[in-house]
T-cell receptor, first 115, second 115 residues
Framework: DAGVIQSPRHEVTEMGQEVTLRCKPI?????LFWYRQTMMRGLELLIY????????DSGMPEDRFSAKMPNASFSTLKIQPSEPRDSAVYFC?????????????FGPGTRLTVL | AQSVTQLDSHVSVSEGTPVLLRCNYS??????LFWYVQHPNKGLQLLLK??????LVKGINGFEAEFKKSETSFHLTKPSAHMSDAAEYFC?????????????FGTGTRLTVIP
């Protein structure tokens, strides 16, 4: 199994540009999570999906952020327009309900820098 | 509500000496608890998990943790630190509300190993 796959691994963009982060969960997993990690705020849950349906998006910081999961094997996190304070590492994770009590498997992360 | 408190933001030990990373939890339910490790510029990797079986849990790389309900603790230990153990460690509790499948992360403990 390839694990959770994220792309790109690094993204540098200018303020105001649209940024799209991508995630492919582990096959067979029915939960997908997006997290953001910064030095100041640590690891924050942004949104999670179950069977492609958003369950809890209360962690999405503002309307500039949106996430979609069009099918079981693909999800995107979009920031439009991006701002320097969005600079962070964004992690995707997946799990399945029948697993041993919610263990999540993390991708390698996307390091986003907004200039 | 579920939460975890990691009592030390930074722990420094000499190579070959014991490691103790402290974690206390709060949960309205019988909790599932995890320790994740994050090496520099890497994603999070599961070290070990407690899921109401044995209270002493053994994980990868010689780490173990003991669930103590009376103390609401789940401290992580290792008898002898290795240079490769230098990383950030997160204590995590699972959300067991009906229909939920997310995790609550502590703020992390950075472990430094001195040669």
């Amino acid at each position: 199994d390839a694990g959770v796959i994220q792309s790109p691994r690094h993204e540098v963009t200018e303020m105001g540009q649209e940024v799209t982060l991508r995630c492919k969960p582990i096959s067979g997993h029915d939960y997908l999570f997006w997290y953001r990690q910064t030095m100041m705020r640590g690891l924050e849950l942004l949104i999670y999906f179950n069977n492609n349906v958003p369950i809890d998006d209360s962690g999405m910081p503002e309307d500039r952020f949106s996430a979609k999961m069009p099918n079981a094997s693909f999800s995107t996190l979009k920031i439009q327009p991006s701002e320097p304070r969005d600079s962070a590492v964004y992690f995707c994770a997946s799990s399945w309900l029948a697993s041993s009590y919610n263990e999540q498997f993390f991708g390698p992360g996307t390091r986003l820098t907004v200039l | 509500a579920q939460s975890v408190t990691q009592l030390d933001s930074h722990v420094s030990v000499s190579e070959g000496t014991p490691v103790l990373l402290r974690c206390n939890y709060s949960s309205s339910y019988s909790p599932s608890l995890f320790w994740y490790v994050q090496h520099p510029n890497k994603g999070l990797q599961l070290l070990l998990k407690y899921t109401s079986a044995a209270t002493l849990v053994k994980g990868i790389n010689g780490f173990e943790a003991e669930f103590k309900k009376s103390e609401t603790s789940f401290h992580l230990t290792k008898p002898s630190a290795h240079m490769s153990d230098a990383a950030e460690y997160f204590c995590v509790v699972s959300d067991h509300r009906a229909g939920a499948n997310n995790l609550f992360f502590g703020t992390g403990t950075r472990l430094t190993v001195i040669p």
